[in-house]
């Protein structure tokens, strides 16, 4: 079995690739594995790291802002599409892979299309419920597009082959409970927020929960977990400003960076986060309640799309960053715990649109797809 993966450009198309293909080396310890991604992507990083080969090509993205700027990266990217597509031939006739996977990114593109006009068998893995416009451009090549969520289907062809297989969760995420999580962590029973904006931070969400959690520090009846990230280490000070030390409130456990996320999931009452697909996948196998703001500054604005597929199934309430304050926030946490007959039930319907086995649908479809070659 030569399975050749193509994804890459951000840790939600990198981290699902990643899953599956330890997923099936679990199975198959003789499988041959192989990468291929941006050559100076995170992933070039990410995939050494994880044990498995990389191949590197060199592609961009198109920017959709008219500008001289803007203009000339297009030329570059035009460029690279052409001797993206010699790169993954390469490859490709190199590494004679039974099967190509590719998981979102721009990077995906060139190698699938050249897989598939060299007769090797494509799949698609699409972790939005807006798919992207690699997946949508290949899907009819596709012998399965597989979909984190049904409702990403009406924005396909109607002849493509799709198969609803949820996004790979983390295996921690489904063995911590929360009464063990709060006691690691050293909490009592009062409310617990967990919120969060990315390893890198969000400026917006860092300057709403500033006053959420100065107020917490202040009346005590809240906890909160909370990582402002890379760009937010001004946050701390910001807190001060407001009337409230974070060093003098045990009630406040406020970080850079959330290590043990599992755990601090497992630990919360509700969750205040961007709407990123491995995120709410990891939501809804732990049946967390969520207040989602989602990010406006990601292509085709799937973040919303994904949001709202949780507000339409009533597990969750959003906030668009343009109305996002901290009045905001706070109305919509206190409306949910000073309310406990709705935690439970946006709780119960997280819980019911949980795909918990999504690595071994995948790696069934992929058994499949080789079993047809």
Request: aromatic share 6%; proline share 5%.
């Amino acid at each position: 079995m030569k399975i050749l993966f193509a994804g890459g450009g951000t840790a939600g198309h990198i981290n699902p690739a990643l899953a599956i293909a330890g997923y099936v080396r679990s199975k198959n310890p003789d499988a041959q594995i192989l990468f291929v991604g941006n050559r100076g992507g995170m992933e070039e990083r990410l995939v050494p790291e994880a044990g498995f080969d990389f191949a590197p090509i060199t592609i961009s993205g198109f920017k959709r802002k008219i500008s001289p700027k803007a203009l000339m990266e297009n030329a570059k990217t035009v460029k690279r599409v052409i001797t993206s597509s010699f790169e993954s031939k390469k490859i490709i006739e190199d590494f004679k892979p039974d099967l190509c996977v590719g998981t979102g990114g721009y990077v995906s593109g060139p190698v699938l299309r050249k897989a598939a006009k060299m007769g090797i068998p494509i799949i698609i893995h699409e972790q939005n419920a807006f798919p992207g416009v690699t997946t949508k451009m290949l899907s009819k090549q596709a012998k399965r597009v597989m979909l984190a969520i049904e409702d990403a289907k009406k924005y396909l062809d109607k002849d493509c082959k799709f198969v609803v297989t949820g996004n790979p969760v983390r295996a921690d995420i489904l063995k911590v409970n929360k009464e063990n999580a709060r006691r690691e962590l050293g909490l009592d029973r009062r409310p617990v927020v967990l919120s969060f904006g990315g390893s890198l931070g969000a400026r917006k969400i860092n300057e709403a929960m500033a006053d959420v959690i100065a107020r917490s520090g202040k009346d005590g009846k809240y906890q909160h977990i909370h990582a402002y990230g890379q760009y937010g280490k001004w946050f701390p000070d910001l807190v001060k400003e407001k009337g409230t030390d974070i060093e003098k409130c045990p009630n406040l456990d406020i970080r850079e960076y959330i290590n043990n996320m599992p755990v601090c999931m497992a630990a919360a009452d509700v969750v205040v986060s961007r709407a990123g697909a491995i995120t709410l996948s990891e939501i809804q196998a732990m049946g967390k309640p969520a207040i989602l703001i989602p990010s406006p500054n990601v292509a085709e604005n799937h973040q919303y799309h994904n949001a709202m597929a949780l507000v339409n199934a009533g597990a969750a309430e959003i906030i668009e960053e343009k109305d996002l304050t901290e009045t905001a926030v706070t109305e919509k946490l206190d409306s949910l715990l000073l309310n406990p007959e709705k935690l439970k039930e946006y709780s119960e319907n997280s819980r019911k649109m949980a795909i918990t086995d999504a690595n071994e649908r995948i790696y069934a479809v992929i058994k499949k797809i080789l079993n047809m070659v």
